[in-house]
Nanobody, 124 residues
Protein backbone atom coordinates (compact mmCIF):
# COMPACT_ATOMS: atom_id res chain seq x y z
CA UNK A 1 0.00 0.00 0.00
CA UNK A 2 0.90 3.66 -0.30
CA UNK A 3 0.92 6.18 2.55
CA UNK A 4 -1.19 9.29 2.00
CA UNK A 5 -1.24 12.67 3.77
CA UNK A 6 -3.85 15.30 2.96
CA UNK A 7 -3.49 19.04 3.45
CA UNK A 8 -5.21 22.24 2.39
CA UNK A 9 -8.45 22.05 4.31
CA UNK A 10 -9.83 25.00 6.22
CA UNK A 11 -12.72 27.39 6.65
CA UNK A 12 -14.02 29.30 3.62
CA UNK A 13 -17.11 31.33 2.83
CA UNK A 14 -19.70 30.03 0.41
CA UNK A 15 -18.62 30.76 -3.15
CA UNK A 16 -14.96 30.54 -2.24
CA UNK A 17 -12.26 28.10 -3.28
CA UNK A 18 -9.82 25.67 -1.69
CA UNK A 19 -7.21 23.32 -3.10
CA UNK A 20 -6.58 20.06 -1.30
CA UNK A 21 -3.33 18.17 -1.72
CA UNK A 22 -2.57 14.51 -1.17
CA UNK A 23 1.11 13.65 -0.75
CA UNK A 24 1.99 10.01 -1.31
CA UNK A 25 4.94 7.94 -0.18
CA UNK A 26 5.84 4.28 -0.19
CA UNK A 27 4.96 2.33 -3.31
CA UNK A 28 5.22 3.98 -6.73
CA UNK A 29 2.44 6.53 -6.72
CA UNK A 30 2.49 6.95 -10.48
CA UNK A 31 1.15 3.41 -10.91
CA UNK A 32 -1.84 4.03 -8.63
CA UNK A 33 -5.25 5.51 -9.33
CA UNK A 34 -6.20 8.04 -6.71
CA UNK A 35 -9.27 9.91 -5.62
CA UNK A 36 -11.20 11.79 -2.99
CA UNK A 37 -14.10 10.87 -0.78
CA UNK A 38 -15.79 12.93 1.90
CA UNK A 39 -17.79 12.37 5.04
CA UNK A 40 -20.12 14.96 6.51
CA UNK A 41 -21.28 14.77 10.15
CA UNK A 42 -23.87 12.07 10.60
CA UNK A 43 -23.56 10.85 7.02
CA UNK A 44 -21.92 8.00 5.19
CA UNK A 45 -18.62 8.55 3.41
CA UNK A 46 -19.27 9.40 -0.25
CA UNK A 47 -17.30 9.47 -3.46
CA UNK A 48 -16.18 12.88 -4.75
CA UNK A 49 -13.69 12.38 -7.60
CA UNK A 50 -11.16 9.91 -9.01
CA UNK A 51 -8.35 9.97 -11.53
CA UNK A 52 -6.48 7.18 -13.31
CA UNK A 53 -2.75 6.64 -12.88
CA UNK A 54 -2.00 8.55 -16.08
CA UNK A 55 -4.54 11.31 -15.50
CA UNK A 56 -6.30 10.35 -18.69
CA UNK A 57 -9.55 9.32 -17.03
CA UNK A 58 -11.41 11.39 -14.47
CA UNK A 59 -14.70 10.80 -12.68
CA UNK A 60 -16.81 13.10 -10.53
CA UNK A 61 -19.86 12.85 -8.32
CA UNK A 62 -22.80 14.72 -9.83
CA UNK A 63 -22.86 17.02 -6.81
CA UNK A 64 -19.39 18.42 -7.56
CA UNK A 65 -19.22 18.19 -11.32
CA UNK A 66 -18.27 21.52 -12.95
CA UNK A 67 -17.12 22.91 -9.58
CA UNK A 68 -14.31 20.54 -8.53
CA UNK A 69 -11.29 19.46 -10.57
CA UNK A 70 -9.08 16.49 -9.75
CA UNK A 71 -5.49 16.38 -10.98
CA UNK A 72 -2.15 14.80 -10.19
CA UNK A 73 1.57 15.43 -10.57
CA UNK A 74 3.32 12.06 -10.63
CA UNK A 75 6.74 13.70 -10.57
CA UNK A 76 5.81 15.17 -7.17
CA UNK A 77 3.90 12.10 -5.95
CA UNK A 78 0.98 14.41 -5.23
CA UNK A 79 -2.68 14.55 -6.12
CA UNK A 80 -4.93 17.58 -5.94
CA UNK A 81 -8.58 18.54 -5.64
CA UNK A 82 -9.38 22.10 -6.72
CA UNK A 83 -12.71 23.09 -5.22
CA UNK A 84 -14.48 26.18 -6.57
CA UNK A 85 -17.90 27.71 -5.90
CA UNK A 86 -18.02 25.97 -2.56
CA UNK A 87 -21.36 25.47 -0.86
CA UNK A 88 -22.21 24.84 2.80
CA UNK A 89 -23.21 21.29 1.84
CA UNK A 90 -19.58 20.66 0.81
CA UNK A 91 -18.64 20.82 4.49
CA UNK A 92 -17.03 17.49 5.38
CA UNK A 93 -13.81 15.69 6.17
CA UNK A 94 -12.13 14.97 2.84
CA UNK A 95 -10.12 11.78 2.46
CA UNK A 96 -7.57 10.91 -0.18
CA UNK A 97 -7.57 7.33 -1.46
CA UNK A 98 -5.30 5.31 -3.71
CA UNK A 99 -5.21 1.85 -5.22
CA UNK A 100 -4.03 0.08 -8.34
CA UNK A 101 -7.73 -0.33 -9.22
CA UNK A 102 -9.54 2.81 -10.40
CA UNK A 103 -12.83 1.04 -9.73
CA UNK A 104 -11.80 0.44 -6.13
CA UNK A 105 -10.84 4.10 -5.71
CA UNK A 106 -14.31 5.06 -6.95
CA UNK A 107 -16.17 2.62 -4.71
CA UNK A 108 -13.96 3.24 -1.68
CA UNK A 109 -13.68 -0.03 0.26
CA UNK A 110 -11.75 0.00 3.53
CA UNK A 111 -9.09 -2.24 2.00
CA UNK A 112 -7.54 0.47 -0.19
CA UNK A 113 -5.04 3.10 1.02
CA UNK A 114 -6.55 6.08 2.86
CA UNK A 115 -5.21 9.28 4.28
CA UNK A 116 -6.16 10.63 7.69
CA UNK A 117 -8.50 13.28 6.27
CA UNK A 118 -8.61 17.07 6.17
CA UNK A 119 -11.53 19.17 7.38
CA UNK A 120 -13.32 21.55 5.02
CA UNK A 121 -15.89 23.95 6.46
CA UNK A 122 -17.93 26.19 4.20
CA UNK A 123 -19.78 28.95 5.99
CA UNK A 124 -22.94 30.52 4.61
Amino acid sequence: QVQLVESGGGVVQAGGSLRLSCAASGRTFSSYAMGWHRQAPGKEREFVAAISWSGGSKYYADSVKDRFTISRDNAKNTGYLQMNSLKPEDTAVYYCAADNSLRAVRTGPDSISWGQGTQVIVSS
